[in-house]
């Protein structure tokens, strides 16, 4: 392999010996968040392995990623040109394409505000904050009394299984203005599949490395080629129905949206980034995947957490006993008022990492961090668990223990110590889906731990070992709940 010549005055990365054709691989392991975690010990904050021939520049460290996202925003902005990439959304995907950096900016940008109208804005319900507060507290109820039907039928309830319906409607409300029934066969098949597609784009898949193993028979890889092209099919159909009911007067949902900015769009001939309609209307496809994988995960995680620490669960449920009552649903105004599901969830985020390494970046241009040169087209892994999990930063960082984001007398949250947890990704790629993703796990939860209580069955063991995946999820299970009076006294 060519090695670009080192600048004067930069050093060469540290990192592992690499083997001839594999590189890294075996020290990588198939727990990589673990094994990249182990190595800053021996190699610092910044650097380098080697996955079959391909240097990948690996990062951890809070100082070290906000350095290289933030500060050096502009060089690490891109993604990488990774094979599993090209399976998503036609390779058309504004969260793993390698589209240039002005095509890029400009379909987030329009992601983002077709987002905000949809979701955080006032709509036109007045018993609600916005849109996405009218989805949630439906959505919650429906998930209570769904469990309420299941608990009743068969004893036990797969809590992956409900959540994942509940999430996926309110971001369907969204996205296309309609909702599924939790029974429904093709929206269940869909977002079952999930786990796939988190297998295979994770970061340090080999297959995206290596060509020789693309070749070989991989189970998983066919499923994460049919979780695609089913998905795309799935949205392509929806679109379709958009595109012959579209109605400028009347926008319905972002897909509407999104559609409306391509006709505009086509009266102005001024704009000077050239973004194709397929791309455009594309950018639905992204929220709907990204809207429902990611907040189902962290959802059902907060489940399994709850039933693993039965004291914290009694206590959130007072905390929404005294502070909401038993009588109204809570709100997203109640937020400030309830510190401990606050630092719960904090907690949840930083101890699970379930998002243990962002979607992997590239460099834009030959560049430098901490005196290292990184050249032009270099992959990079930001290490969120290890930010997480990182001594340095957190006292006996592998307990569980929401207090740390309270005061000393528990009344209030420490938001200080909560911006320290990296979940979300920094920068300029940082997510879009944010203020969504932290209300709806909130919203959820306070109606969850409102009206249920969570239990394992006799004699379950809890198996808390993630798999790994660019999403990590617990293992499927079977849970126990029970109802809450109403009025309890
Ligand atoms: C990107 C986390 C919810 C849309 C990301 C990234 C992370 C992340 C780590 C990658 C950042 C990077 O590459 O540096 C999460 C978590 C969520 C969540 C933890 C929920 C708890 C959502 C939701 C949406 C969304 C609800 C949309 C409705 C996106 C998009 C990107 C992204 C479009 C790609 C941004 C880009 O490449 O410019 N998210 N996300 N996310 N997220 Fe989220």
């Known amino acids: 392999q060519l090695r670009t010549k080192i600048p004067e005055g930069l050093r060469q990365l540290p990192g592992p010996r690499p083997l001839p054709i594999i590189g890294n691989v075996l020290e990588l392991g198939g727990l990589p968040h673990l094994s990249l975690s182990?190595?800053?010990k021996r190699f610092g904050n910044v650097f380098q392995i080697q996955i079959g021939m391909r240097p990948v520049v690996v990062l951890s460290g809070y100082e070290m990623v906000r350095q290289a996202l933030v500060k050096q925003g502009e060089d690490f902005a891109s993604r990488p040109d990774l094979y599993s990439?090209?399976?998503?959304?036609?390779?058309?995907?504004?969260?793993?394409?390698?589209?240039?950096?002005?095509?890029?900016?400009a379909r987030r940008k329009l992601a983002m505000s077709a987002l905000r109208s949809f979701s955080t804005l006032e709509g036109e319900n007045p018993a609600y904050s916005c849109v996405l507060e009218e989805h949630i507290s439906k959505e919650g109820l429906y998930l209570v009394e769904q469990l309420r039907t299941v608990m009743d039928d068969s004893g036990s309830f797969d809590p992956f299984r409900h959540i994942v319906v509940s999430?996926?409607?309110?971001?369907?409300?969204?996205c296309f203005g309609r909702r599924y029934s939790h029974d429904d066969a093709e929206l269940l098949s869909l977002v079952n599949m999930s786990d796939e597609f988190g297998q295979v784009v994770g970061s340090g898949n080999p297959a995206d490395f290596i060509p020789f193993l693309r070749f070989l028979p991989n189970n998983t890889m066919k499923k994460f080629m049919e979780i695609n092209g089913r998905f795309n099919t799935f949205v392509q159909r929806i679109v379709s129905e958009h595109y012959a009911s579209y109605d400028k007067n009347n926008i319905r949902d972002i897909t509407d949206s999104l559609i409306d900015h391509c006709e505009d769009r086509k009266l102005d001939e001024n704009s000077n980034v050239q973004v194709s309609d397929e791309k455009i209307v594309g950018i639905v496809n992204d929220l709907f995947g990204a809207g429902f994988d990611t907040i189902s995960t962290a959802v059902s995680w907060a489940v399994v957490y709850l039933v693993a620490y039965p004291e914290v669960q009694e206590r959130l449920h007072q905390e929404i006993k005294e502070k909401v009552g038993m009588d109204r649903s809570p709100r997203l105004s109640d937020k400030s008022s309830l510190p401990l599901l606050e630092a719960f969830i904090l907690e949840l985020f930083r101890h699970s990492s379930f998002l243990p390494?962002?979607?992997?970046?590239?460099?834009?241009?030959?560049?430098?961090l901490d005196g290292y040169f990184i050249p032009k087209d270099t992959c990079v892994f930001i290490n969120q668990y290890q930010v997480n999990h990182d001594p340095e930063m957190w006292k006996d960082p592998s307990s569980f223990m929401p207090e740390r984001f309270l005061s000393d007398d528990g009344a209030e949250l420490n938001k200080m110590e909560g911006e320290k947890v990296l979940i979300f990704g920094m920068g300029k790629r940082r997510c879009i889906g944010e203020a969504i993703g932290r209300a709806e796990v909130f919203l959820f939860l306070a109606i969850l731990v409102q009206?249920?209580?969570?239990?394992?069955?006799?004699?379950?063991?809890?198996?808390?070992?993630?798999?790994?995946?660019?999403t990590m999820k617990h293992k499927r299970c079977h849970l126990r709940a029970t109802f809450r009076p109403r009025e309890e006294n």
């Open 451 to 470: 009206h249920l209580q969570f239990h394992k069955l006799p004699d379950q063991e809890l198996d808390m070992t993630p798999e790994y995946g660019l």
């Open 85 to 105: 990439f090209k399976f998503i959304n036609d390779g058309k995907s504004l969260a793993f394409s390698t589209d240039q950096a002005g095509v890029w900016r």
């Open 38 to 40: 182990a190595m800053t």
């Open 357 to 368: 390494f962002t979607i992997p970046h590239c460099t834009s241009k030959d560049t430098s």
């Open 167 to 174: 999430v996926a409607n309110v971001i369907c409300g969204m």
